[in-house]
């Protein structure tokens, strides 16, 4: 299917300033920051606030947290001036309305599937949130809910009328990008460790190139 406006993107687990503003020069939507130590894109309150002043105006920053304390979320949100929270753990729905009402901020809630019935989960938060990500489960083992470099039957998405924004995450390269929005019929993606050189270390290079490749697909 063509696809008649561009597709939306998310740069996801920046640490640098380097990067973030690289990010927002070829058009990213989305900068994303990881707060959760066991992430090797883990940043922390200092890190954040210490970044925030060489961050680009461009670029909607997003922060990406797994199981945290409200009150943690509240300090990352002031220390890098957030406009959206990431619930990346077993958050309930609940939790995410609890906190739009507190910090007046926009949520984003990552789900992992791998059917389509994994699909219907997304039905619970959409009415709380103000997107859903589809990401795949971690694998066995794994210790991080993402940035895992695998990915999910694309097709599942496909002939879904979805009723909320949602992000295709999982895997996604610039290589098989065009594939998989073809697939999925996705109008926004998240991408991390598929622009990273290793885990942690961000490639200036695939950032571009993945950008790049978002705004030719169509």
């Not at 739009?100 to 949130?129: C, M, N, T, W, Y």
């Not at 992000?167 to 697939?183: F, V």
């Amino acid at each position: 299917m063509k696809h008649t406006v561009a597709i939306s993107t998310k740069i996801c687990g920046l640490t640098t300033a380097e990067h973030a503003n690289l990010a927002a020069f070829y058009g990213a939507r989305w900068l994303g920051f990881v707060f959760f130590e066991r992430s090797p894109r883990n940043l922390t309150l200092d890190a954040a606030a210490n970044l925030r002043p060489h961050l680009p105006k461009r670029g909607e920053r997003v922060g990406v947290f797994v199981n945290a304390e409200h009150n943690f979320i509240e300090a990352a949100v002031d220390a890098l001036d957030l406009d959206w929270v990431q619930l990346h753990g077993d958050e309930y729905p609940h939790e995410a309305q609890l906190l739009k009402a507190r910090l007046g901020i926009s949520v984003i809630k990552a789900l992992g599937v791998s059917s389509r019935e994994d699909l219907r989960q997304a039905d619970l938060f959409a009415p709380h949130v103000d997107a859903i990500l589809f990401d795949a489960k971690p694998p066995k083992g794994a210790i991080l809910p993402g940035g895992n470099a695998v990915s999910f039957p694309w097709h599942i998405l496909n002939g879904e009328k979805l009723p909320y924004p949602w992000l295709l995450a999982g895997g996604l390269t610039a290589e098989n990008l065009p594939r998989a929005i073809a697939e999925s019929n996705a109008q926004a993606v998240d991408i991390s460790s598929g622009v990273e050189s290793a885990p942690g270390q961000k490639s200036g290079e695939k950032i571009e190139a993945f950008l790049r490749t978002a705004k030719a697909v169509r």
